[in-house]
T-cell receptor, first 113, second 108 residues
Framework: EPEVTQTPSHQVTQMGQEVILRCVPI?????FYWYRQILGQKVEFLVS????????KSEIFDDQFSVERPDGSNFTLKIRSTKLEDSAMYFC???????????FGQGTRLTVV | KNEVEQSPQNLTAQEGEFITINCSYS?????LHWLQQHPGGGIVSLFM???GKKKHGRLIATINIQEKHSSLHITASHPRDSAVYIC??????????FGTGTRLQVFP
């Protein structure tokens, strides 16, 4: 069964460092998302991406965040200068169509120290 | 006030029991999603529904659009059903707004 894959599964980084979280969505999907879940809290929307551009972003997704689909298969989330409060589980998701179910990756646990 | 509310927050059951998890939402939706999150953290989609009822194995999801309410039922619960069950509202801008989840533990 096709799946969304995320790498790495766990990343530890020092405050102020740049991190790139990688995702390979399901191959025929057109809509891509990043969500995050701070430990003990609910999952929050970060950004949606369609047709090679951001279609919506949340207040969390400030200038420190960016997304890219560099080569038609990968979908990356970059955090330019990490803060302690960026520590969370980051989930990538993809959908074939806006009206179909979303498929989620297993998540990347980011720990900023 | 949260846009998506779930109840209960925690639920324990004996194997074989019938389980109901409730979800109320205050936003306009294109669809309501039920998802399952296991201890490792991964999220799996269970149902997406915009009206009526859907069934998959021992899982049943219902939605009442007028009352902005959905329920997830598990029949003949089993310890392997232990997980966090999350309701999420799919809004017209196509993002999902998540509820806080219901932690279910089923004991043998």
């Amino acid at each position: 069964e096709p799946e969304v894959t995320q790498t790495p599964s766990h990343q530890v980084t020092q405050m102020g460092q740049e991190v790139i979280l990688r995702c390979v969505p399901i191959s025929n999907h057109l809509y891509f998302y990043w969500y995050r879940q701070i430990l003990g809290q609910k999952v929050e929307f970060l950004v949606s991406f369609y047709n090679n551009e951001i279609s919506e972003k949340s207040e969390i997704f400030d200038d420190q965040f960016s997304v890219e689909r560099p080569d038609g298969s990968n979908f990356t989330l970059k955090i330019r200068s990490t803060k302690l409060e960026d520590s969370a589980m980051y989930f990538c998701a993809s959908r074939n169509d806006r009206n179909t179910e979303a498929f989620f990756g297993q998540g990347t646990r980011l720990t900023v120290v | 006030k949260n846009e998506v509310e779930q109840s209960p927050q925690n639920l324990t059951a004996q194997e074989g029991e019938f389980i109901t998890i409730n979800c109320s939402y205050s936003v306009g939706i294109s669809a309501l999603h039920w998802l399952q999150q296991h201890p490792g953290g991964g999220i799996v989609s269970l149902f997406m529904l915009s009206s009526g009822k859907k069934k998959h194995g021992r899982l049943i999801a219902t939605i009442n659009i007028q009352e902005k309410h959905s329920s997830l039922h598990i029949t003949a619960s089993h310890p392997r059903d232990s997980a966090v069950y999350i309701c999420a509202a799919g809004v017209n801008t196509d993002k999902l707004i998540f509820g806080t989840g219901t932690r279910l533990q089923v004991f043998p």
